[in-house]
Structures are given as C-alpha cells and as structure tokens.
C-alpha cells in the first residue's frame, strides 16, 4: 500500500493507491481517512515538496502540514 501526502489549501490531501481519498485540516481527520482505507504503519508512506513550503499551500507556517501528518500516524 502507498501513501502519497500533499499540502493544498491549508488541507492535506491524502491519496492511497494512487487513488484520492480525502483532505483533512487536523490530524483527527487525516486519522480517520486512513483508518477507513486500511493505512496501517506498515504501508509506504510519502510526501510531496509542497508539504515542506505549506505556507505557500495556506498553512501558517512550512511544519504544519509535517505536523498534521506525523501526529495521525503516531495514533495509527
């Protein structure tokens, strides 16, 4: 399973399988979208560069985007 993360409109967007999935504004959210696709720590996960330069995606600064995404899969 592959996992691919970007940053766009102050929302990451999350594609699992090259397929999209959802867009998610916290990690609450990022966590339900890959619990309900079967993301599990075990799965290739991903990010594109935009999600390094969020605050030119909307986010108040360039970690947000890292931080949304590192805490869901801390409570995968």
Do not use: P, R
Request: charged fraction near 25%.
């Amino acid at each position: 399973m592959y996992v691919f993360f970007n940053a766009e409109d102050a929302k990451v967007k999350i594609t699992v399988d090259n397929e999209f999935v959802a867009y998610a504004s916290n990690a609450e959210e990022l966590l339900e979208a890959m619990n309900e696709f079967g993301v599990d720590a075990s799965a290739t996960m991903m990010a594109s560069s935009d999600v390094d330069f969020a605050s030119e995606e909307g986010f108040a600064t360039d970690s947000c985007a890292h931080n949304v995404i590192e805490e869901a899969i801390s409570m995968l």
